[in-house]
């Protein structure tokens, strides 16, 4: 398993979670990140992205000002902090890379197993 994505659980409406994924490969910096969901019976999509360096971030206006990517080049990690939640953010979140910035499903070219975030009311 190249992607490996964590942090995921049951969370009260309005409470935060932090998600984590690891990346085993060595050139983890060279890509740029991607966090995607997919709730019950809806297609998979896209939540935020970050570029190499971490210079570079783009949001879903779903989650834009409640949620922040972040990498850890170092760690071979990275982050999504999701604060505000609300239950419609229920889904399995997943993780994946891509050689550019980008914010299509199909660009991606590397995807983590998945974590669940289950938001209740």
């Known amino acids: 398993v190249q992607l490996q994505a964590s942090g995921g659980g049951l969370v009260l409406a309005g409470g935060s979670l932090r998600l984590s994924c690891a990346d085993s490969?060595?050139?983890?910096?060279?890509?740029?990140m991607g966090w995607f969901r997919q709730a019950p019976g809806k297609e998979r999509e896209f939540v935020a992205a970050?570029?190499?360096?971490?210079?570079?971030?783009y949001y879903a206006d779903s989650v834009k000002g409640r949620f922040t990517i972040s990498r850890d080049n170092a760690e071979n990690t990275v982050y999504l902090q999701m604060n505000s939640l609300k239950p419609e953010d229920t889904a399995v979140y997943y993780c994946?890379?891509?050689?550019?910035?980008?914010?299509?499903?199909?660009?991606?070219?590397?995807w983590g197993q998945g974590t669940l975030v289950t938001v209740s009311s």
């Open positions: 994946a890379a891509s050689v550019g910035l980008r914010v299509g499903v199909l660009e991606y070219h590397y």
């Open positions: 490969r060595r050139t983890f910096r060279l890509y740029a």
């Open positions: 970050i570029n190499w360096n971490g210079g570079t971030t």
